[in-house]
């Protein structure tokens, strides 16, 4: 962490991410939820938003009704960072049953000719416009077989069709395939053996914040949006830049109190209080090294933003 400067924090205004007030932590929160089978993923979503009583959620990523698995949504305010938390690739588990007999060695051949970039159209049945584009597979690992079926973990970047990519797998092979089925264990930073929690588990913990008051069980299940940006770089300001930053100004070189190291031009930045609060979301006009140096000029651009104008007073 780059230090430009130390200042106090007012502990009149914000608050830290986990001791916010109930209204203000839904606003600003996100469930990793664990998919069942059956409910589309705006299904689910709209029975999230139902039980909270909240105008707005988002989900990140889209399950098919039948797949289970990681599906984070997002509550109130967090929704507009939904795409930027999103980038940075899935992971699935996925049942591929072969059409015909094949031998391991002839799989394996097969299957790492579909590691690294690869081209896939669309399914007809799909949420996307059915053209051809390239998806990144990081890594194809084959957990288990027995006679034609595969178990495999697939990590892949968004927008994979795993579907599609069994399918291939099978023409390539020349047996034909399909796959049986499918579950996410990760999307971005959302993992199912990290706080994955159940709709029954969240309705559990909601029943209990409407009828005895009790918030312990529901800030268990609904994480603050910060604890979601762990790997992002960020830079921490002023309280008195704050407000600023709310209504969509740019951040000044002025305001920053201290920064991550080896952030880069155009590198993606969470404004951050003192307290811990995300403010917004940024790209940096300029490296670490030379915010750090810079006394004047905007160094991170913003490009959404969270916290609610009128957090912090006025310093502008």
């Not at 105008?55 to 960072?81: E, F, M, N």
């Not at 588990?93 to 059409?99: K, R, S």
């Not at 913990?205 to 009790?214: E, M, P, Q």
């Amino acid at each position: 962490m780059l230090i430009k400067g130390e200042e106090p924090t007012d502990p009149r205004f914000g608050w830290v991410p986990r001791s916010r007030p109930m209204k203000e932590y839904l606003e600003t929160g996100v469930i990793n939820l664990d998919k069942p089978p059956g409910p589309s993923s705006h299904e689910v979503v709209a029975w999230v938003k139902r039980l909270l009583s909240i105008s707005r959620a988002g989900h990140g990523g889209t399950l098919d009704p039948k797949v289970t698995g990681v599906l984070p949504i997002t509550l109130g305010r967090s929704t507009r960072i939904i795409s930027f938390i999103m980038k940075s690739g899935k992971e699935y588990v996925a049942l591929m049953e072969l059409h015909g007999d094949v031998d391991d060695d002839r799989l394996n051949e097969v299957v790492r000719e579909f590691m690294g970039p690869i081209y896939q159209l669309p399914p007809v049945r799909s949420s996307v416009k059915r053209a051809l584009r390239i998806r990144t597979i990081n890594s194809i690992k084959i957990l288990e077989r027995e006679d034609r079926f595969v178990l495999m973990r697939v990590d892949c970047e968004a927008g994979t069709y795993i579907r599609k990519l069994c399918h291939d797998i099978g023409e390539v092979i020349g047996c034909g395939a399909h796959m049986r089925e499918l579950r996410r264990t990760r999307a971005g930073p959302f993992k199912e053996d990290h706080g994955c929690i159940t709709l029954h588990s969240l309705l559990d913990a909601i029943t209990l914040w409407k009828y005895s008051g009790d918030e312990s069980l529901l800030r268990n299940v609904v994480i603050p949006i910060e604890d979601a940006l762990i790997d992002f770089p960020k830079v921490y300001v002023r309280d008195s830049a704050v407000d600023a930053l709310c209504h969509g100004a740019d951040l000044a070189s002025p305001g920053v109190l201290k920064l991550s190291k080896n952030i880069k031009s155009d590198d993606v930045v969470c404004i951050m209080t003192l307290k811990g609060e995300l403010v917004a979301l940024g790209r940096a006009k300029i490296s670490s090294d030379e915010i750090f140096k810079s006394d004047h000029g905007i160094v991170v651009k913003t490009e959404r933003v969270v916290m609610a104008p009128g957090t912090y007073p006025k310093g502008w």
